[in-house]
């Protein structure tokens, strides 16, 4: 089908680029790797875990690999917002392509690039102790829902990239939105510590139930503190997938309608 | 056929007051960048859209390539309605914005086989377009590196190759040559020269007096988001006026010099400061040869002698008002 053809080709030209600038590829797998080996040893020591016989390192892993995808919508709007500061989205609106290919071909070109970091990234975390423990086919199963949490956080991305249209301003907004998001989370330390009311925030914040669903997958037990009992503490697989789909249905239909109408002055 | 046909386009800005100047506290502002803006561009042939900056040629090229919809007005291209079937008329046209719009990362064969598969070429066929377009071009040299180490005008001809891909019933280039040094503007002009050849109707902007001039059958004179002015550049300086006689001498000779025109042609004009002489004439080369003989005869010798058509420089001037590059942002 055209609309898949089209998809494709954006796609693979985002691919194209990563090996006609291959230190795009290295310093986005360097940045993640410097994150897990920063909290490995530098936090790692004073964070207690909570649980007897688990170290930090196990907690920490999931925590990074889900901040580091949720950051792919950095990438996404960053790199849409080039594209309409160089005219290159006016080109293709004026060409015969289908009307979704230029945002959904971004988004899975985003995607893919997240499999060789989440690669990477799992490597690194291995040489420095991590260890899920639960069976293969739930650790496949947990990169696949990190990837994608990764492609449905990028359609954020698509608008905010889509709307500002300046490559600068595009990486403070995300900055701005994502930052907070991963850090009022159980990403890095349990919420237990939090204030009451920011560990209702956190729990509900989908970076939490995502970093909880993959832990859960990678074979951990989460632990709670005043929130133990609601909906995503009980079912964080279930609770992030509602979360990714919501993201999808919001937010690809806004991304397809704000390119349609989209000019680059 | 007319190719093109815009009818009574009218499109408005709103700045945002947050582009207003500092400490300015200005209300949001409308921009009337086209203002009832009527032109048609017969199959085949090439209009230049002349007009200074902010004129309003990009927005006309916005609307006419569905980029931007109008707020009121109709245009077709191709006889297809822009604003009701854009998808129809985007498989009939070419764009080459005011700005190279290529990925800059890529080289210049990834860029144009990436255009050629988004026209749903197969990989064969448009990998064999990207190179044929490359050597029209004379690109073939650089095919392999990335656009980024492109001079200006290498760049402005890769844009204009992949809006070439497919070849277009209609061709929109907006300022193909603004930014480009004299050597780059030669060639864009070959290269445009030789697209016109080849049966392309073609629709270009440009600030240029000397282009219009050069590539245009007909031009259309734009100004504030309307045309003040079409014909062909011989009937656009026929309104302002037929040629002059002019004779540049040493200051003791106007006296005679004024003798010696007045004969030729009655309403003469003196300029003291530039030492000049002139006087419209209707008879071409007949008046130049009698005022040289007549000179010769008064053995005066001029610094300068010769018949002048008025410029579209001139022409722009008398029709706007004011000169054609200086306009303020
Ligand atoms: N996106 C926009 N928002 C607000 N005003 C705009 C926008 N685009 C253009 N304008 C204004 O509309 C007017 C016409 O602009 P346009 O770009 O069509 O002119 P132009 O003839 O192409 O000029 P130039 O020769 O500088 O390219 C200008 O006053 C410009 O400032
Ligand atoms: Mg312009």
């Not at chain 1, 990486?171 to 919420?191: D, G, Q, R, Y």
Request: charged content about 20%; proline content about 4%.
């Amino acid at each position: 089908m055209n609309a898949i053809n089209d998809s494709l080709v954006i796609m693979k030209r985002q691919l194209l680029q990563l090996i006609r600038i291959p230190e795009v590829l290295i310093f986005s797998t360097i940045q993640p790797v410097m994150f897990v080996l920063l909290f490995r040893y530098v936090f790692g020591g004073s964070i207690s875990t909570g649980i007897p016989g688990v170290d930090y390192v196990q907690l920490l892993m999931p925590g990074i690999f889900v901040q580091t995808v949720a950051f792919t919508l950095a990438g996404t709007a960053v790199g849409l917002a080039q594209d309409m500061e160089k005219g290159l989205i006016d080109r293709f609106r004026s060409m015969p392509i289908s009307r979704s290919a230029v945002v959904v071909g971004r988004a899975l070109g985003d995607g893919a690039l997240n499999v060789v970091v989440l690669l990477v990234m799992g490597l690194a975390g291995f040489v420095v102790g991590w260890r899920p423990s639960s069976s293969i086919f739930s650790i496949v199963g947990g990169f696949a829902f990190l990837l994608l949490f990764g492609f449905s956080m990028s359609w954020i991305g698509v608008l905010i990239g889509l709307s500002v249209r300046e490559a600068r301003v595009a990486n403070s907004a995300v900055f701005l939105t994502v930052f907070p998001l991963t850090f009022l989370s159980n990403a890095f330390a349990p919420t237990t510590g939090m204030p009451k009311a920011l560990q209702y925030f956190a729990e509900w914040n989908p970076v939490s139930t995502m970093v909880a669903a993959c832990r859960e997958l990678f074979g951990l037990t989460n632990i709670f503190g005043v929130t133990a009992d609601s909906l995503p503490a009980q079912q964080p697989i279930l609770m992030s997938f509602l979360y990714m789909i919501a993201l999808m249905v919001i937010f690809i239909p806004l991304s397809v309608r704000k390119y349609k109408s989209s000019t680059s002055r | 056929m007319k190719s093109v046909i815009a009818r009574d386009l009218v499109k408005v800005y709103k700045v945002s007051s947050r582009t207003r100047s500092k400490g300015e506290k200005s209300a949001p502002k409308e921009v009337r960048a086209l203002d009832g803006l009527s032109l048609d561009v017969e199959e085949g042939t090439v209009l230049s859209v002349l007009g200074p900056n902010g004129a309003g040629k990009t927005t006309l090229v916005r609307v006419l390539t569905t980029l931007l919809t109008p707020d009121s007005g109709e245009a077709s291209v191709a006889g297809v309605d822009v604003i009701k079937h854009p998808d129809e008329v985007r498989k009939v046209i070419g764009l080459s914005g005011q700005y190279a719009a290529v990925d800059e990362t890529l080289t210049g064969w990834d860029n144009l086989v990436m255009f050629a598969r988004l026209y749903r070429m197969s990989s064969a066929a448009a990998s064999a377009r990207a190179n044929e377009l490359l050597e029209q071009f004379s690109l073939s040299d650089a095919a392999r590196r990335p656009i980024k180490t492109y001079s200006g005008g290498m760049r402005r001809r890769l844009d204009l190759a992949a809006s070439l891909i497919v070849k277009p019933k209609v061709l929109f280039l907006d300022e193909p040559t603004t930014g480009l040094d004299p050597r780059g503007r030669q060639e864009m002009w070959g290269v445009i020269n030789s697209l016109v050849d080849s049966g392309v109707t073609l629709l270009l902007t440009t600030q240029y007096l000397e282009e219009a001039d050069q590539l245009a059958d007909e031009i259309a004179v734009v100004d504030h988001g309307k045309v003040i002015a079409r014909g062909t550049s011989d009937q656009l300086k026929r309104e302002v006026g037929g040629e002059r006689l002019e004779i540049v001498v040493e200051h003791q000779h106007i006296p005679a010099v004024r003798e010696i025109v007045a004969r030729i042609s009655p309403n003469v004009v003196i300029d003291e400061d530039l030492r000049r002489i002139s006087a419209p004439v209707s008879t071409g080369t007949k008046a130049l040869m009698e005022a040289v003989k007549a000179l010769d005869d008064a053995g005066i010798h001029p610094l300068d002698l010769g018949l002048k058509r008025p410029s579209l420089d001139d022409v722009f001037l008398s029709l706007t008002g004011h000169v054609a590059e200086s306009e303020e942002k």
